[in-house]
């Protein structure tokens, strides 16, 4: 069985400082990797992913995600933080080698509410 | 840019009514989902298409039903709305091929049953 750890329900961070929010993963095989954002009555909206390659994947809005097959993480990280960046990330995870014929095999974390304060 | 659009995004409706969610994509998609998303629980599957008129279920597909008539439409279906079945409805598409293609959501519709 695969899951997803986001060990933070709750992150809270300055404006303008660097933020980070974390996810760990278990899976057979290679990962493939995502991060998505939800702000406030709205779906999810798609960040970035890794599939294979550079361990460092760029993403939309200045966020960047680092892949560490040693550690099982994928964290999210944006060097300087903003007011708009508050809203709740999801981590997911599903693996190579499957095809995309069965759902069942993407795992979503619980969620990470980031705020960041003026 | 990709689209999906959920027709509803906020429902009122009574115990023992018959709702329909209606979730049209534009980017030509075989694959598409309904999600629920409820506070401490994260995002839970309830169906899944893979390509019309094919469908699986998710983790929890009771009380609910699905239809995939036409490629670019997925409904969810309550048969009979219960009060446990408030909550947030997502769908989302994907493009088939390898499990690391995208998946696209909507804004959502957010359901309240009374």
């Known amino acids: 069985a695969q899951s997803v750890a986001q060990p933070e329900d709750q992150v809270n961070v300055a404006e303008g400082n660097p933020l980070t929010v974390k996810c760990t993963y278990s899976?057979?095989?290679?990962?493939?990797l995502f991060w998505y954002v939800q702000y406030p009555n709205r779906g999810l909206q798609f960040l970035l992913k890794?599939?294979?390659?550079?361990?460092l994947v760029k993403g939309s809005y200045g966020f960047e995600a680092e892949f560490n097959k040693s550690q099982t993480s994928f964290h999210l990280k944006k060097p300087s933080a903003l007011v708009s960046d508050s809203a709740l990330y999801f981590c997911?995870?599903?693996?190579?080698?499957?095809?995309?014929?069965?759902?069942?095999?993407?795992?979503f974390g619980s969620g990470t509410q980031l705020t960041v304060l003026p | 840019d990709v689209k999906v659009t959920q027709s509803s995004r906020y429902l009122v409706k009574r115990t023992g009514e018959k709702v329909f969610l209606e979730c049209v994509q534009d980017?030509?998609?075989?694959?598409m989902f309904w999600y629920r998303q409820d506070p401490g629980l994260g995002l839970r599957l309830i169906y899944f298409?893979?390509?019309?008129?094919?469908?699986e279920k998710g983790d929890i597909p009771e009380g609910y039903s699905v239809s995939r008539e036409k490629k670019e439409r997925f409904s969810l279906i309550l048969e009979s709305a219960s009060t446990n079945q408030t909550s947030m409805y997502l769908c989302?598409?994907?493009?088939?091929?390898?499990?690391?293609?995208?998946?696209?959501f909507g804004e959502g519709s957010w359901l309240t049953v009374v």
């Open positions: 997911a995870v599903t693996r190579h080698g499957i095809s995309s014929g069965s759902a069942r095999q993407l795992t």
């Open positions: 980017m030509d998609h075989e694959n």
């Open positions: 899976v057979s095989g290679n990962p493939y």
């Open positions: 298409s893979y390509d019309v008129k094919m469908k």
């Open positions: 989302a598409s994907r493009r088939q091929g390898i499990s690391g293609n995208t998946i696209y």
């Open positions: 890794y599939i294979t390659g550079d361990n």
